[in-house]
C-alpha cells in the first residue's frame, strides 16, 4: 500500500500502535468498576487518532484491532473471553472500529493532499523561477550581447574607413558589453551552484584590505568614486578571498547605482565583537522596512529603473557568498536616508609569521 510519509514515521506510528495500548491496560483495569465502556473507548480512540497522526493508515488499522481486541478482552462482560454479553457493548465495539478506521483514512488521505500540495507549491515556484529567468535573459543578457556585436560588426564592414578614434570607441564599446556580460552569466552560475549547494567554499585568513582593493579595481572606480575608512591594522577574516571579492564587488556596485551626485558611497569596517563589520553606505532612496528580505529574493530590483543594470542577484548572491562564508549580511537604513549593507565576517584565529 503506498503512503505519503516516511519509513521512520510510519515505524513509529506502528510503536505507538502496539505500545499504547498495552500502557493503558494497568492504568485502567484497576478503574473498570468506576468508568463505563464509553470512556475506555474514548481513550482507546485516543491511541488510534495518535498512531494515524503519526504513522498514518497502516499504524492506525493496526491499533484499532489491537484496541478493539483489548476493549473485548478486557472491558466488557464476560471478562477475559472474546465474547460481548451486552447488546450495547457490540454497537460500542463496532463504533469504535469505524471511527478509528475513518480517523485514520482521513488523516492518511490529509498527508497525501498536503504533500502533494506542496509539490504544486514546488512546481509552481519553479515556473516563477523560470519565468524570472527568461525574461531577464531575454533583455539583460541580450543587450550587452547586441551592443558587443554590433560594435565589432561595424569595425568589420568592408570598405567601412573609420577614423582613429571611432575605432577605439568602437572596440571600447565591445569590450565593456563583453565585461557586462561575463558579469552576468558569472552571477546566473554562482546562484545556481549555490542554490544546489555545489559552490566551493576555501576558507583562509585573508586581509580584508587587500580584497577590498582588488574589489574596487575589478570595478574600475574613479578617484572618490567610493570614499573609504577601513583601518590598516584590521585583523584578518576568516573567508575565502574569490568570493569575498565577488561579494564586495556586488556591494559596492549596488550602493553606487543608487547613490546620488556628489554623494559617493562609503566603505567602512571595524572589530565586532569575533567579527569584523564592513559596512557599504549610500545615501540613496532607500528600501521600505518590508522590503528588506525581499532585497535578497534573485531577480527583485526594487527601486531600480534603469533595466539594463543587472538582472537582480547582486544583492541575493552577496548573501548566499557571505552565508556560504559563515558570515552574515543584513541591511540597515542609512542616518539621513539611504541603504547600509551590514557585512560581518568571523575573525581569523590563526596567528600569522
Known amino acids: 500500500m503506498s503512503t505519503s510519509l516516511s519509513r521512520p514515521r510510519r515505524r513509529t506510528g506502528l510503536v505507538v500502535a502496539v505500545v499504547a495500548p498495552l500502557l493503558l491496560l494497568p492504568v485502567l483495569v484497576p478503574l473498570r468498576d468506576r468508568l463505563n465502556l464509553a470512556s475506555d473507548v474514548a481513550l482507546f480512540l485516543v491511541v488510534v487518532v495518535a498512531s494515524a497522526l503519526v504513522g498514518g493508515l497502516v499504524p492506525a488499522l493496526v491499533a484499532a484491532f489491537l484496541c478493539a481486541t483489548v476493549l473485548n478482552f478486557f472491558f466488557t462482560a464476560p471478562f477475559h473471553e472474546f465474547a460481548v454479553r451486552d447488546g450495547n457493548n457490540v454497537v460500542a465495539l463496532v463504533a469504535f472500529v469505524v471511527v478509528a478506521v475513518m480517523v485514520a483514512w482521513v488523516v492518511d488521505l490529509a498527508a497525501r493532499r498536503a504533500k502533494a500540495a506542496a509539490a504544486a507549491a514546488e512546481i509552481e515556484a519553479a515556473d516563477r523561477l523560470r519565468t524570472a529567468l527568461l525574461a531577464a535573459v531575454g533583455h539583460d543578457l541580450r543587450t550587452p550581447l547586441a551592443a558587443a556585436k554590433a560594435s565589432v560588426s561595424g569595425l568589420r564592414s568592408p570598405g567601412l574607413v573609420l577614423p582613429a578614434e571611432d575605432r577605439d570607441e568602437l572596440l571600447a564599446t565591445a569590450d565593456r558589453s563583453l565585461d557586462r556580460l561575463t558579469g552576468l552569466v558569472e552571477n546566473l552560475l554562482d546562484m545556481s551552484r549555490l542554490q544546489v549547494g555545489a559552490m566551493p567554499v576555501h576558507l583562509r585568513p585573508v586581509a580584508l584590505g587587500d580584497v577590498l582593493a582588488r574589489a574596487l579595481d575589478d570595478l574600475g572606480v574613479a578617484p572618490r568614486g567610493v570614499l573609504l575608512d577601513v583601518p590598516d591594522?584590521?585583523?584578518?577574516?576568516?573567508?575565502?578571498?574569490?568570493?569575498?571579492?565577488?561579494?564586495?564587488?556586488?556591494?559596492?556596485?549596488?550602493?553606487?547605482?543608487?547613490?546620488?551626485?556628489?554623494?559617493?558611497?562609503?566603505?567602512?569596517?571595524?572589530?565586532?565583537?569575533?567579527?569584523?563589520?564592513?559596512?557599504?553606505?549610500?545615501?540613496?532612496?532607500?528600501?521600505?522596512?518590508?522590503?528588506?528580505?525581499?532585497?535578497?529574493?534573485?531577480?527583485?530590483?526594487?527601486?531600480?529603473?534603469?533595466?539594463?543594470?543587472?538582472?537582480?542577484?547582486?544583492?541575493?548572491?552577496?548573501?548566499?557568498?557571505?552565508?556560504?562564508?559563515?558570515?552574515?549580511?543584513?541591511?540597515?537604513?542609512?542616518?539621513?536616508?539611504?541603504?547600509?549593507?551590514?557585512?560581518?565576517?568571523?575573525?581569523?584565529?590563526?596567528?600569522?609569521?
Open 233 to 353: 591594522d584590521l585583523p584578518d577574516v576568516l573567508a575565502d578571498a574569490g568570493l569575498l571579492e565577488r561579494v564586495l564587488v556586488n556591494l559596492v556596485a549596488n550602493s553606487q547605482r543608487f547613490s546620488p551626485p556628489g554623494r559617493p558611497a562609503l566603505v567602512s569596517a571595524a572589530v565586532m565583537g569575533a567579527g569584523i563589520e564592513l559596512l557599504v553606505i549610500d545615501h540613496g532612496p532607500g528600501i521600505a522596512a518590508t522590503d528588506e528580505e525581499r532585497i535578497f529574493l534573485p531577480f527583485q530590483r526594487l527601486g531600480d529603473t534603469d533595466t539594463t543594470t543587472g538582472i537582480g542577484l547582486g544583492l541575493a548572491l552577496a548573501r548566499g557568498l557571505t552565508e556560504a562564508m559563515g558570515g552574515t549580511l543584513l541591511p540597515r537604513e542609512t542616518p539621513g536616508g539611504g541603504l547600509t549593507m551590514a557585512l560581518t565576517l568571523p575573525v581569523s584565529q590563526e596567528v600569522g609569521p
